[in-house]
């Protein structure tokens, strides 16, 4: 099993079709900016078991961070970890989504 880096357009499409969203930024980034309905499993936190417990239904995943570097080494971390579920990787991040106008909600 492998991952798919792709683009903010198809992350969105992947969003609205019920993709499970897996941030995989500090605690500090995610309160400022992050997608509704996110998941918060930071990059030192990541495992394949912690994703199957946030993602009983075995939904395709969708890891973002914000530029895509962090998200690339979490969806590697899965795939050596053998998870089973189909993993896709926002190629540029949040920083990318907000830069297209996608919505984000903040906690601060």
């Known amino acids: 099993m492998s991952f798919k880096s792709i683009n903010i357009q198809e992350s969105a499409q992947l969003v609205s079709e019920g993709a499970l969203v897996v941030d995989v930024r500090e605690p500090g980034e995610y309160n400022e900016a992050h997608l509704a309905g996110t998941v918060l499993i930071p990059l030192g936190e990541i495992s394949a078991e912690k ?3 946030a993602n009983p239904e075995n939904k395709k ?3 973002h961070c914000r530029s895509g570097k ?6 590697n971390i899965l795939v050596d970890q053998n998870y089973a579920g189909e993993i896709f990787d926002m190629d540029t991040g949040i920083n990318g989504w907000i830069e297209s106008g996608q919505p984000v909600v903040s906690d601060n």
């Not at 962090?70 to 969806?75: D, E, G, Q, T, V």
């Open 51 to 53: 994703v199957k417990q």
């Open 61 to 63: 995943i969708l890891i």
């Open 70 to 75: 962090r998200s690339k080494m979490a969806a």
